[in-house]
T-cell receptor, first 114, second 116 residues
């Protein structure tokens, strides 16, 4: 059981380039999330998807787009990367959207924008 | 607005001793959940323990327990019998029912170092 799988693990982009971070979960979870982690800042929510076909903005959505391709997959796209988007990105999923469901995280993508 | 505060940037504990990591939260909602996650140097986020705001008993999971004091709005993590493998960053997080569907608000973390 793989859980939550993110690709790639590392990526270096030049300012203005685009890329898509891929995420897939095999736990049949309804809810999926993208967080970013910056030094000393904890994790902040970028976008989330409560179910297939729905997406909503989180705390820091600017500069990002997402697609909930199906129940398993939730991708994050940077259309024109900026140095401020240098961060570690985590995809997560949860069984339901209630308060008691823990998030299951992928191993993260370390992105550097030069 | 929801807020999680972890006031200890770093903590040190000797192996086999107990350690308490502090977490306070701020919310006006009555129904919420509190989580602790561990992030070792390898970077993954590992779920440790959960406490619901209406749970009467403090949550326990093996060597982890959550000291929940609702009136003080604190949710401290207690690790008993520390092990070298407990050295990691620890995050406290909160979810609020009815806000954005169970999203988590994270604190800034506490770096725990266990020494022999």
């Amino acid at each position: 059981n793989a859980g939550v799988t993110q690709t790639p693990k590392f990526q270096v982009l030049k300012t203005g380039q685009s890329m898509t971070l891929q995420c897939a979960q095999d736990m049949n979870h309804n809810s999926m999330y993208w967080y970013r982690q910056d030094p000393g800042m904890g994790l902040r929510l970028i976008y989330y998807s409560a179910s297939e076909g729905t997406t909503d903005k989180g705390e820091v959505p600017n500069g990002y787009n997402v697609s909930r391709l199906n129940k398993r997959e939730f991708s994050l796209r940077l259309e024109s990367a900026a140095p401020s988007q240098t961060s570690v990105y985590f995809c997560a999923s949860s069984e339901e959207s209630s308060r008691g469901s823990p998030l299951h995280f992928g191993n993260g993508t370390r992105l550097t924008v030069t | 607005a929801q807020k999680i505060t972890q006031t200890q940037p770093g903590m040190f504990v000797q192996e086999k001793e107990a350690v308490t990591l502090d977490c306070t939260y701020d919310t006006s909602d009555q129904s919420y959940g509190l989580f602790w996650y561990k992030q070792p140097s390898s970077g993954e986020m590992i779920f440790l323990i959960y406490q619901g705001s209406y749970d009467e008993q403090n949550a326990t999971e093996g060597r982890y327990s959550l000291n929940f004091q609702k009136a003080r709005k604190s949710a401290n993590l207690v690790i008993s019998a520390s092990q070298l493998g407990d050295s990691a960053m620890y995050f406290c997080a909160m979810s609020v029912v009815g806000s954005t569907l169970g999203r988590l608000y994270f604190g800034r973390g506490t770096q725990l170092t266990v020494w022999p």
